[in-house]
């Protein structure tokens, strides 16, 4: 921080005049730049307001209530946690046990199938060898008959 002349001259002559500034002794809250704070006075006895122990005791018989409400809150949440962790497990064992059975669905498929390919190609040669084929006859068509143009009648000779 740059100061300039005026400024510096105005501090150095508050510090002239007030040496006790500068004194590390002077601890107080600017650090030495202010005199010291006084010394606190202690009382003795007791220092309470008419009342003050009516209201002490209300209030400590409302810490005691929230302290208990504190504690039985606490035993909700945890066994909120439980429940909801046990649940937790049992649904990813759960679908452990549903990957394990899809992982086997393909297999079964294709087992399936063989057997449904098998059981229909048997049925179709039992079909077979139980009737007898019909002779297979090919119907082959008549040519179409195309009239014939007119001819001439045939010249007469003489």
Do not use: C
């Not at 220092?47 to 606490?74: A, I, Y």
């Not at 060898?129 to 040519?143: D, N, R």
């Amino acid at each position: 921080m740059h100061l300039d002349e005026d400024t510096a001259d105005a501090l150095r002559q508050i510090i002239k005049e007030n040496p006790a500034l500068m004194d590390p002794a002077n601890t107080g809250a600017g650090g030495g730049l202010l005199p010291p704070l006084p010394p606190i006075e202690r009382q003795e006895g007791p220092r309470q307001t008419p009342g003050m122990e009516e209201r002490l005791s209300k209030l400590e018989g409302q810490m005691e209530g929230h302290k208990f409400v504190n504690g039985v809150t606490l035993a909700v949440a945890a066994i909120v946690v439980s429940v909801a962790i046990g649940g937790f497990a049992y649904t990813f064992s759960r679908l452990d046990q549903i990957d394990a059975k899809v992982s086997a669905l393909p297999g079964q498929i294709k087992d399936d199938l063989r057997e449904l390919n098998r059981a229909f190609g048997d049925a179709v040669t039992a079909t077979r060898q139980a009737q007898p084929q019909p002779p297979l006859i090919i119907q082959v068509p008549a040519p179409p008959v195309h009239p014939s143009p007119p001819t001439a009648p045939p010249a007469r000779q003489p």
